[in-house]
């Protein structure tokens, strides 16, 4: 079972920060938080992964609370290309002896309007 | 494009034939992965190889599926006997396994129909 909790749906205004939330409450301390996105008919696009430190990259920025408990992707001038479900995933650090495959919840369906 | 690659697309077949799928991973990726997934539903794991070796199968590959990687470098993944609730779509990720959580990067995937 997915170790995170996210809502189901959510809308941004075109060119708003989208601020989606995850809750992780059960993560261990080698555990990653990873961001993918999914647009209809393709394939899941990584986003962003961090493990304790807030991250920042070319698409989004990933803050995450100092107990771990809870993270947050925040797309900083949403379009309507972001339009999407977005998985926020729970990962063993990568080691000799896991796999390191990653367990899907469902996902919030973020609606970027005009 | 130096993406994960797959193919076909998308395959419409019978029940009962036989289908296979071809997954090219990122150049140098070490890491494959096969994943499904059903309508409305996030990806579930399928298998893992690691090299040429398929390190891990989930309780989903039923005997019917059949995964390899000869060479370490494509992989295929194949069903037999399809029946109705093969219907999905089969994703394909890879990744550099290293000490840097380095991500999986996911093909667009090969839709299945099942008539």
């Known amino acids: 079972d997915a170790k995170t909790t996210q809502p189901t749906s959510m809308d941004c205004a075109e060119g708003r920060a989208a601020n989606l939330p995850c809750n992780h409450s059960?993560?261990?301390?080698?555990?990653?938080v990873y961001w993918y996105r999914q647009i209809h008919s393709q394939g899941p696009q990584y986003i962003i992964h961090?493990?304790?430190n807030n991250e920042t990259n070319e698409m989004a920025s990933l803050i995450i609370t100092e107990d771990r408990k809870s993270s947050t992707l925040i797309l900083p001038h949403a379009t309507l290309r972001d339009t999407a479900v977005y998985y926020c995933?729970?990962?063993?650090?990568?080691?000799?002896?896991?796999?390191?495959?990653?367990?899907f919840g469902q996902g919030t369906t973020l609606q970027v309007k005009p | 494009d130096t993406g994960v690659s797959q193919d076909p697309r998308h395959k419409i077949t019978k029940r009962g034939q036989n289908v296979t799928f071809r997954c090219d991973p990122i150049s140098e990726h070490n890491r494959l992965y096969w994943y499904r997934q059903t309508l409305g539903q996030g990806p579930e794991f399928l298998t893992y190889f690691q090299n040429e070796a398929q390190l891990e199968k989930s309780r989903l590959l039923s005997d019917r599926f059949s995964a390899e990687r000869p060479k370490g470098s494509f992989s295929t993944l194949e069903i037999q006997r399809t029946e109705q609730g093969d219907s999905a779509m089969y994703l394909c990720?890879?990744?550099?396994?290293?000490?840097?959580?380095?991500?999986?990067?996911f093909g667009d995937g090969t839709r299945l129909s099942i008539l």
């Open positions: 961090g493990l304790k």
């Open positions: 059960t993560i261990s301390g080698n555990e990653y």
């Open positions: 995933i729970v990962r063993v650090a990568w080691s000799s002896s896991n796999t390191g495959k990653l367990i």
């Open positions: 990720a890879s990744s550099l396994g290293d000490l840097n959580n380095q991500p999986q990067h």
